[in-house]
Antibody, heavy 123, light 110 residues
Framework: QVQLVESGGGVVQPGRSLRLSCAASGFTFSSFGMHWVRQAPGKGLEWVAVMSHDGTIQYYGDSVKGQFTISRDNSLNTLYLQMNSLTPEDTAVYYC????????????????WGQGTLVTVSS | QSVLTQPPSASGTPGQTVTISCSGSSSNIGSNTVNWYQQLPGTAPKLLIYSNNQRPSGVPDRFSGSKSDTSASLAISGLQSEDETDYYCAAWDDSLNGVVFGGGTKVTVL
C-alpha cells in the first residue's frame, strides 16, 4: 500500500534552515509528481511546491518562492523540501502528497498524503 | 485571503443535504478541474472528489461534486454525524502556476 512518511520537522530559530524529507513506498515513485502542502496551526491548507516525476519541473507558492527548494531522489524514493531563512510565519504542519496522475500530469489532485511533520519557528 | 472562496461554515440535521460552494476565477476553476478534500481533526486531508465530480474508491456516493463556469459545489446528502469536519476545494491556477485552495468550510451536524 502507498505510504508517505515525512521527517525532519522540529523547533528552529528564526533565520535558520531546515530540510524535510518524505520517504515514499508502495508505488513507482519515479512515475509521479509530488507536492508539499502546509497547514499553520488552526488555519487552512496552503500549497507549497510541486516537482514533476523526473525533476525537470518545479513550481512554488508565492509565499515561499526564493526561500524554499523542492527536490527528489528517485533512486531513494524520497522527496525533499529545503527551507531557508525561516520565519515564524513558516510554522506549520508540512505534508507531502502524491499526485494522482502519473507522468506529465503534476497539477493535482493529491490522492495520498503523509501524516505530516510539524515545523515550529521560534526563538 | 484564499484565492478560492468558500463559506467558513455550513450545517444541517442528520439526513439533510448540505451544499458547500467554492468560487474562483477564469484562471483556476474556469480552466481547470476542481478537487475536494475532507480533513478530520488531527489527521491528514483525504481526497473526496476529483475532476469536478469523480469519487475515489471507497468514498460514499452521498458525496457529489459539480462545476459551472468559475464556481464549484460539494453536496453531502443524507448527512451523518461522521461528516462533521472540514472540507477544502482546490484547483490548479494557470496565472499563479500553482495549486490554490479554498479557505475551508467546517460542516456541523446539528
Amino acid at each position: 500500500q502507498v505510504q508517505l512518511v515525512e521527517s525532519g520537522g522540529g523547533v528552529v530559530q528564526p533565520g535558520r534552515s531546515l530540510r524535510l524529507s518524505c520517504a515514499a513506498s508502495g508505488f513507482t515513485f519515479s512515475s509521479f509528481g509530488m507536492h508539499w502542502v502546509r497547514q499553520a496551526p488552526g488555519k487552512g491548507l496552503e500549497w507549497v511546491a510541486v516537482m514533476s516525476h523526473d525533476g525537470t519541473i518545479q513550481y512554488y507558492g508565492d509565499s515561499v518562492k526564493g526561500q524554499f527548494t523542492i527536490s527528489r531522489d528517485n533512486s531513494l524514493n524520497t522527496l525533499y523540501l529545503q527551507m531557508n531563512s525561516l520565519t515564524p510565519e513558516d510554522t506549520a504542519v508540512y505534508y507531502c502528497a502524491k499526485n494522482k496522475g502519473s507522468g506529465s500530469s503534476w497539477w493535482g489532485p493529491f490522492d495520498y498524503w503523509g501524516q505530516g511533520t510539524l515545523v515550529t519557528v521560534s526563538s | 485571503q484564499s484565492v478560492l472562496t468558500q463559506p467558513p461554515s455550513a450545517s444541517g440535521t442528520p439526513g439533510q443535504t448540505v451544499t458547500i460552494s467554492c468560487s474562483g476565477s477564469s484562471s483556476n476553476i474556469g480552466s481547470n478541474t476542481v478537487n475536494w478534500y475532507q480533513q478530520l481533526p488531527g489527521t491528514a486531508p483525504k481526497l473526496l472528489i476529483y475532476s469536478n465530480n469523480q469519487r475515489p474508491s471507497g468514498v460514499p456516493d452521498r458525496f457529489s461534486g459539480s462545476k459551472s463556469d468559475t464556481s464549484a459545489s460539494l453536496a453531502i446528502s443524507g448527512l451523518q454525524s461522521e461528516d462533521e469536519t472540514d472540507y477544502y476545494c482546490a484547483a490548479w491556477d494557470d496565472s499563479l502556476n500553482g495549486v490554490v485552495f479554498g479557505g475551508g468550510t467546517k460542516v456541523t451536524v446539528l
